[in-house]
Every structure is written in C-alpha cells, then in structure tokens.
C-alpha cells in the first residue's frame, strides 16, 4: 500500500509545472514595478530585500517565501488580491495606465527589462 501511494505522489509532483507559477508570478511583478517606473534596486530598498531576491522573484528563478512575498508587494503598494487584476492597479493609484495601454503606448517587453 505504501509503495503505490508512493507512485501516486511521485507521478503528481512530476505533472505539475511549478516553474509556470513562479514565473507568472514574476512576470506580474516585473510588469507593475516598470510601469511605476521603479529599478529592481529602487524596489528592493523599499521592500527590505536584496535587489538579487527581486531579480530571481522577477525571473521566476526563486521559491519566495510569503514574507519576502510581503515585502515585495508591501514595496510596490499592491495587495496580494490586487497583483493580477490589473485593471485595478490604475484605479488605486499604483500606476497612470492599464499594462495594456502603457505597452501599446510605449512598445515594452516586460521580458527584456
């Protein structure tokens, strides 16, 4: 019985892509911290991190806890429920844009930044 559950849990952990979410993630952030017009170093000292941490949070290549989570958006003004409605961070102020206007206006990769 142990020996199949063991199967099970391993099959499991290989079908999910855990780099997806850690991407999108930083992918998110990355997209609010340019349109506030902030540098990685601008946004580390206001969240009390490394602008390394921002850098790997951003490239998707850290597993951040949700403290350093906390911070980083602490920094940033946003609200964990508000990082992917993106519509709203015009709204509370965050930014003078929707990430789409901004990108149209602008012609910004968030991914080469």
């Not at 597993?63 to 940033?76: A, F």
């Not at 409605?85 to 015009?90: G, I, R």
Request: with cysteine; aromatic share 8%; proline share 4%.
């Amino acid at each position: 019985m142990c020996h199949i559950r063991h199967i099970i849990l391993s099959c499991s952990l290989y079908a999910l892509p855990m780099g997806d979410t850690r991407t999108t993630l930083g992918k998110q952030i990355r997209k609010l911290r340019v349109q506030m017009g902030l540098t990685q170093q601008q946004l580390a000292f206001m969240a009390g991190v490394s602008r390394e941490q921002v850098c790997r949070l951003e490239n998707g290549t850290s597993n951040p806890s949700l403290g350093q989570l906390d911070k980083v958006l602490e920094g940033l003004g946003c609200p964990i429920d508000k990082l992917f409605d993106e519509e709203s961070w015009k709204a509370m102020g965050l930014v003078f844009a929707t990430p789409a206007e901004y990108q149209e206006k602008y012609n910004i990769n968030y991914w080469v930044m």
